[in-house]
């Protein structure tokens, strides 16, 4: 985990979240927290529990990003779960256990990516000498005399009739191994096909679970029959290069200790962790519904342990989520975070109320961050060797649009700019590969042109922008 400051980790979130500061600092604090737990003398830092927050705001606005920046800037295993897709225990879907089977294996993903690059320079190697046995195979002993010879001419067994094994010439192997290796190092064979033999990593479908409750014993069941069964191979036609990838893959796999890597997956996941709960609003409102929603308060009671601290048991062993890190985020319309079960409420101490973006920074969304949408457009367009300059007024004109069309319509925040950037370069995107004039000038004109009467009518836009 990397030890930022609240400062620079604000920082690097500015570099893709416009505004919305009061956020980052509230997720600077908690991640900090983390690492400041950590200082501390084991039996106190046991009793420190991670500070959950709530995100209340519309969509569109930076909730989900924040946290999904949040968790790649220190490299801690991350997922987003839509609360919607849980139902209650007793009914047919996804049980909220899952959410923490999940990061689990978001976390073995991630510890064992760090892993194999640990070993890849040793697996390369390993992976250039099968290169090699394919083009020069390997001297084997053989015998000297036909077995069967020996059978008939009654003399096996007796001590005149062995005789010692013999190699193949291993001057003449080692000299031309050499030479291929030469070839190889110097990239003079990257092109050239070989016949390899890999394994089959297809696997049998166990649609029955699919979308219950019990999808995990569904993995296990295909855990069990593939541990029994022996594993396919088959063989595949690949360029040298391709096999070089290949070959390093299947390498690094043998030199890493999965035992290892799950140990430590845990690890990582019960204390770096971090699960983002959106739409959380969906499943508050109580006394307010009937027929299939009448499970969203029993939702909230079963992510309520979860989130408070329990053990979990998945496939890999037990895992605790007391120290686990849960952002939960909704846009509360409807309902209102008092509408939350009391004890789920006191689970998110920490609320942070994201405001709705103003013309000036749908201005700087399009401009500033480092995955800024004009960037984006014009990076795309440059690949037909169209060059598209975009000027100040035509920007201030797009963010005025974007800003007029959410007040008017839907307010969907900042993905309100990917429709209006869509609509504003549908005509260009479609003529670039065969357009004549290959610099194009994006200014206020151009804007109103292609957007100005569908602003106008309201009706139109609700359905287009």
């Not at 992976?127 to 020069?136: G, M, N, S």
């Not at 096996?156 to 190092?185: C, F, H, M, Y």
């Not at 191979?233 to 290069?241: D, F, G, L, P, S």
């Amino acid at each position: 985990m990397l030890e930022l400051t609240p400062k620079e980790i604000v920082k690097e979130l500015n570099n893709y979240i416009i505004g919305q500061q009061q956020a980052k600092k509230s997720v600077a604090v908690a991640l900090r927290n983390r690492w400041r737990s950590k200082k501390l003398p084991a039996e106190l830092k046991e009793e420190i529990i991670p500070k959950n927050i709530l995100m209340i705001g519309p969509t569109g606005v930076g909730k989900t990003e924040i946290a999904r920046r949040l968790a790649k800037l220190v490299n801690a295993p991350f997922v987003k779960v839509e609360a919607t897709k849980f139902t209650e225990i007793g009914y047919v879907g996804r049980d909220v256990e899952s959410m923490v089977r999940d990061l689990v294996e978001t976390s073995i993903r991630m510890v064992k990516h760090q892993k194999m690059l640990q070993v890849n320079d040793k697996a390369k190697e390993l992976a250039e000498e099968r290169i090699l046995d394919e083009f020069v195979p390997p001297a084997k002993k053989e015998s000297s005399r036909n077995p069967f010879e020996m059978l008939f001419s009654g003399g096996i067994g007796t001590s005149q009739d062995k005789s010692p094994e013999v190699e193949a010439e291993p001057q003449v192997v080692n000299t031309g191994r050499e030479w291929w290796r030469k070839r190889l190092l110097n990239g003079e064979l990257e092109e050239e096909l070989l016949e390899i033999t890999v394994e089959d990593g297809a696997q049998p479908v166990m649609g029955m679970f699919a979308g219950t409750g019990i999808e995990e014993m569904g993995m296990n069941i295909q855990d069990m029959l593939g541990n029994l069964l022996p594993k396919k191979q088959k063989k595949r036609k690949v360029t040298v290069a391709n096999a070089r990838k290949i070959f390093t893959q299947e390498e690094a796999q043998k030199l890493i200790d999965m035992d290892e890597v799950i140990t430590c997956a845990i690890d990582v996941a019960e204390n770096y962790g971090i699960i983002f709960l959106d739409e959380i609003d969906k499943i508050s409102g109580r006394g307010q519904s009937s027929g299939p929603d009448v499970s969203r308060e029993g939702v909230q009671r079963d992510i309520l342990p979860i989130v408070e601290g329990s053990t979990i048991v998945t496939k890999y062993g037990p895992v605790k989520t007391d120290h686990v890190l849960f952002i939960a985020a909704g846009a509360f319309h409807v309902s209102k975070p008092s509408d939350l079960i009391p004890e789920l409420q006191g689970r998110f101490p920490i609320r942070v109320e994201l405001t709705n973006l103003s013309k000036e920074d749908f201005r700087q969304i399009l401009t500033e961050p480092a995955n800024a949408l004009i960037k984006q457009y014009i990076s795309l367009l440059e690949t037909e060797d169209v060059k598209v300059e975009f000027t100040e007024d035509a920007i201030d004109e797009l963010a005025d649009i974007a800003c007029r069309v959410n007040s008017q319509t839907e307010n969907i925040g900042a993905r309100r700019l990917h429709t209006v950037l869509e609509k504003l370069l549908e005509d260009l995107a479609f003529d670039a590969p065969d357009v004549a004039e290959k610099q194009v000038v994006i200014n206020r004109e151009y804007v109103k042109s292609k957007l100005d009467h569908i602003v106008i009518n309201q009706d139109l836009s609700h359905y287009i922008l």
